[in-house]
């Protein structure tokens, strides 16, 4: 048989192709290839197609892509429409050239042997090239082609008009791209019922030629009964199928839809196989997703390291959430090992995104040490530009840049300014406000005015502004002397975990101050803030256990408080060590 299609090649190339074609259809892809071959030195442009299609596919040959676009390039060049259509679609895709140069350039097979079948650029220049000529013989997917690349190629080949009159003459043609590229062209140029209708039919056209973006589109269309009636079941019915295709946003939004039981029941295993799939296909939002599961507890066990991970792919894609997440996993060391300078790289690359949280977040960094100045100049930029909009929580961060110096000069005249019309909304921005008219920074002191604004910032439940507030009630200072209230106020800062107020808890128990003297109460408070590393409390409890000022007695508990208090630099202590020296020596 072989001999019989080695005669006939060399007899009639037309013969051979069409024999050719006969053994293909049979499956004796082999034998078609030689005869294929055959036809096509001859210069017969389908054979020379049908060639690069088996090179391109592995029919009957080992794959070769570099073989393939050159025999394409042959059938293209001698005008055969299909060819150039395909030809065109390998590159856009970036697969129409190797490293090595253009293969379509009448090379010898031998010639690739040895060069590496990458993924290259788009070459949209040749890429329009050859679907304009594809297009104007009439091939519906050369249509279809060139008007995607006049909708989503470079700007300077862009002329959505003319790709609209294109995908018209390709879906006219019934082409699955042309109906899909059409029914978005029409979408983008505003709909009414009837153009709804359409655009419905077209992408149902295109779904039933499998095609899973127009199934995922005609599933959206269903969901919210545009253009066709509404039916959440045949929606469900249609995402699952294009998320079985392979479409990532499809197995995003099936994956999601199964956790919440949009469609029928929850299933939350099956959906998060389902969005698994979409994030190790490369969707971000979809690894996001993932990492959100591991770290909030849903129908996944907590697992901060997997989440990390998860969140990691999703950032290095570009998602602003995802980096900020990572950023505040290497800051509190939750899954990964803490560090500071990576949670600032990433809340860095979240922040540039324009991200507000992640500003406030790197803000917040920055104004600790961390960071370069190049960072803290950024920041401060941000959130002037946010503040001169209105945005109160800018205004606040803006503020303490300039009262600090971060990333700006420091200013505290313009600081008192900013912080004044946070005040308006922001709670900590009225302690802090509170707390310059105290001590006369950027503005003249006004005690009366300061106790004001830290009474509104306690109000809103700030634990510093509380223990300020209390402070000003037990000295009476800008107001009523009220060591009743300032007690209340000690004890809701100390229950936030506040080791000041613990602290002034444990002074106004030890007598003195219009208050019952309690001194085991002023012992467990002063404990309560040592315990916290409060110096002054270290000082006290360590004098309390010495002297056994609340019933208890232990020398060596307060020689270790009060050698605690001296490495803090309360120089107070030092007396009462050397006492307790000179007691020990005696």
């Known amino acids: 048989m072989a001999v019989v299609n080695r005669l006939i090649g060399l007899a009639s190339p037309a013969a051979a192709l069409r024999r050719g074609i006969r053994l293909s259809e049979q499956g004796r892809l082999p034998e078609a290839f030689g005869l294929f071959t055959a036809a096509a030195r001859a210069g017969i442009a389908d054979a020379e197609y049908r060639v690069a299609r088996c090179y391109l596919e592995g029919s009957g040959v080992p794959p070769s892509r570099a073989e393939g676009v050159r025999w394409l390039h042959r059938a293209a060049t001698h005008g055969y429409a299909e060819a150039q259509a395909l030809l065109s679609a390998l590159c856009v895709n970036g697969l129409g050239t190797l490293a090595s140069g253009n293969p379509a350039e009448g090379k010898s097979h031998a010639d690739h042997l040895f060069t590496t079948e990458s993924k290259g650029d788009p070459d949209f220049n040749t890429a329009i090239k050859w679907a304009r000529q594809a297009a104007k013989a009439g091939s519906p997917k050369g249509q279809a082609l060139l008007a995607y690349i006049l909708t989503c190629g470079p700007d300077s080949m862009r002329d959505v008009d003319e790709a609209h009159r294109w995908y018209a003459l390709s879906a006219a043609r019934g082409c699955p791209e042309g109906c899909l590229g059409y029914a978005l062209s029409l979408a983008r140029q505003g709909t009414n019922a009837k153009v709804r209708k359409e655009i419905a039919e077209l992408l149902r056209a295109a779904a039933k030629a499998g095609l899973p973006t127009a199934i995922y589109l005609l599933a959206a269309l269903t969901e919210h ?3 066709v009636a509404r039916d959440l079941s045949a929606a469900g019915r249609l995402y699952r199928d294009a998320a079985e295709k392979g479409l990532r946003s499809a197995q995003l939004h099936w994956g999601v839809a199964l956790f919440e039981g949009r469609y029928g029941e929850k299933d939350p295993i099956e959906g998060e196989s389902w969005v698994r799939r979409a994030a190790l296909a490369g969707d971000p939002e979809a690894a996001a997703f993932i990492g959100n599961l591991y770290v909030r507890h849903g129908p996944l066990p907590a ?12 950032a290095e894609a570009g998602h602003a959430a995802a980096a900020r997440a990572l950023g505040s996993l290497y800051l509190t060391g939750a899954g990964v090992v803490r560090d500071p300078a990576e949670a600032t790289r990433w809340l860095r690359i979240s922040a540039d995104s324009g991200d507000p949280a992640s500003q406030a977040d790197l803000a917040n960094l920055l104004l600790e040490g961390a960071g370069t100045p190049d960072d803290r100049a950024k920041v401060a930029s941000w959130f002037e530009q946010a503040a001169v909009s209105g945005d109160l929580v800018a205004a606040f961060n803006f503020g303490l840049c300039l009262a600090k110096g971060v990333g700006i000069e420091r200013d505290e005249q313009q600081a008192t300014h900013w912080l004044r019309r946070a005040a308006d909304g922001v709670a900590d921005a009225q302690y802090i406000y509170g707390r310059m008219l105290a001590d006369g920074r950027g503005v003249a002191p006004d005690l009366r005015e300061a106790r004001a604004w830290f009474a509104r910032a306690a109000d809103a439940d700030v634990a510093d502004a509380q223990v300020a507030l209390a402070e000003m009630m037990v000295n009476g200072r800008g107001g009523a002397f009220d060591p009743a209230a300032a007690l209340v106020l000690f004890e809701k800062a100390a229950a936030k ?9 444990g002074a106004l128990h030890c007598g003195g101050h219009d208050l019952p003297e309690d001194r085991q109460v002023a012992q467990r408070w002063f404990r309560a803030a040592a315990e916290r590393g409060h110096g002054q409390a270290q000082l006290m ?8 000022l609340a019933g208890q007695w232990n020398p060596a508990e307060g020689r270790l408080w009060l050698e605690r208090a001296a490495a803090q630099g309360i120089s107070d202590a030092e007396p009462d060590l050397a006492a307790l020296t000179s007691s020990a020596s005696v």
């Open 225 to 227: 009964g545009v253009g």
């Open 303 to 314: 697992n901060y390291s997997e989440a990390a991970g998860w969140y990691r792919r999703a």
């Open 541 to 548: 409890l360590g004098r309390y256990l010495v002297g056994g």
């Open 497 to 505: 975990g506040h080791s000041g107020a613990m602290f002034a808890l």
